[in-house]
């Protein structure tokens, strides 16, 4: 299961029984040896991965299967979709690539978006330092490429390249591409906006030239991407206030890019943030509430307790619902309402998903 610790005493024991230790994503793609395109990183995966998936249904117009790290997708009963020529687009998180470690396999197609703070709750275990957590969670990440054969296809940036070349016993002997947001036009549209959604294109239009489409359809393709709920998703519009729920920002890094993207040099955004602290540095966060925010809304948890020193203005609440209504009390006219927690769901949730059901469910109901 998703977070249990690499030295659980159980799979201690299940390793000394000669139990095998598999994750669902990863036995997949040894059970059916299809090809996989799989996307990894601290950010970005879920949007690069559903570019990637969006753009190969609209260019064959046919089901591809889809998994790994997707809400309500068990990976197994994908087995069901497989055919002889089948295609699969997996989001793998570190969890799932730890079972891809243990397989000692890596998808055909390799996407690293980027490499960032996060998790540092769970890898700090057992008194490990920052560096020490940071090196645990990389190594987990880099199963996506490290099993990868000559044919296959790693897929990254500048950033994560130089550091997956300094792992010990890495050939790197597969083709490696570095993706440059350059690689889109600037005339091609995005529904998703920022500098940081341009470079996910560029990521998505690399893996898809790697399966031998042709660069109009892939242009065609994300020209007509929805966008992913949860991610800077523009969901109404009401008095000329415009709701984005950016849910799945659950780390710092993630909230800044939405503020760097929707601030056009106003400081129109009211803000809602705050959860459960992952150990992840704040500074920066607090840097750019500064800079682009006109007013800050914050719901419980270990992270808004940090937040709050740094922000004494910001107006705490018991719940979400109690946040909503004093945003739309504090936007005016031109004013951006942007759900983006910055923190994780687990102080007043079982899961990110619950809590962006509950932030749709408050928007519905205007």
């Known amino acids: 299961?998703?977070?249990?610790?690499?030295?659980?005493?159980?799979?201690?024991?299940?390793?000394?029984?000669?139990?095998?230790?598999?994750?669902?994503?990863?036995?997949?793609?040894?059970?059916?040896?299809?090809?996989?395109?799989?996307?990894?990183?601290?950010?970005g995966k879920s949007t690069v991965s559903a570019m990637i998936h969006h753009v190969l249904q609209f260019v064959s117009g046919e089901s591809v299967i889809y998994g790994g790290n997707v809400r309500g997708v068990s990976n197994l009963q994908l087995l069901n979709q497989v055919k002889e020529d089948s295609l699969a687009v997996f989001e793998l998180d570190s969890w799932q690539l730890q079972g891809f470690g243990w397989a000692?396999?890596?998808?055909q197609i390799a996407v690293f978006t980027n490499f960032m703070e996060d998790?540092?709750?769970?890898?700090t275990r057992g008194g490990k330092n920052k560096e020490e957590a940071m090196d645990l969670y990389?190594?987990?990440?880099?199963?996506?490429?490290?099993?990868?054969?000559?044919?296959?296809?790693?897929?990254?940036?500048?950033?994560?390249?130089?550091r997956a070349k300094s792992l010990p016993g890495i050939s790197l002997g597969q083709e490696v591409v570095l993706a440059d947001a350059s690689v889109i036009p600037e005339d091609c549209l995005l529904a998703t906006p920022g500098e940081h959604n341009r470079l996910n294109a560029a990521l998505a239009y690399e893996a898809l030239k790697s399966v031998s489409l042709t660069e109009e359809e892939i242009f065609a393709g994300l020209a007509s991407f929805p966008g992913v709920e949860g991610r800077l998703q523009l969901v109404k519009t009401v008095d000329n206030v415009r709701i984005y729920n950016d849910n799945n920002a659950t780390e710092p890094n993630a909230t800044i890019a939405g503020l760097?993207?929707?601030?056009?040099?106003?400081?129109?955004?009211?803000?809602?943030?705050?959860?459960?602290?992952?150990?992840?540095?704040?500074?920066?966060?607090?840097s750019a509430i500064e800079e682009h925010c006109k007013g800050v809304i914050t719901i419980p948890g270990s992270g808004t307790d940090k937040l709050a020193s740094r922000l004494p203005a910001a107006i705490a609440t018991e719940n979400l619902t109690q946040a909503f209504e004093e945003a739309r009390l504090a936007a005016e006219s031109g004013d951006i309402i942007l759900f983006s927690p910055a923190f994780a769901s687990f102080s007043q949730y079982n899961n990110e998903y619950e809590r962006n059901d509950e932030f749709m469910s408050l928007i519905e109901k205007i």
Not at 270 to 280: E, M, R, S
């Open 1 to 43: 299961a998703a977070g249990v610790p690499a030295d659980s005493e159980y799979l201690e024991h299940a390793r000394a029984a000669g139990v095998l230790l598999k994750q669902s994503a990863a036995l997949f793609t040894e059970i059916t040896k299809i090809p996989v395109i799989g996307v990894t990183g601290t950010r």
């Open 119 to 123: 998790h540092l709750n769970y890898y």
């Open 138 to 162: 990389f190594r987990d990440k880099a199963n996506i490429f490290k099993y990868q054969e000559e044919s296959g296809v790693f897929i990254t940036t500048p950033e994560v390249f130089e």
């Open 104 to 107: 000692e396999i890596s998808p």
């Open 260 to 286: 760097q993207a929707l601030d056009l040099g106003n400081k129109n955004i009211v803000l809602i943030c705050g959860g459960a602290d992952k150990q992840v540095d704040i500074a920066l966060l607090v």
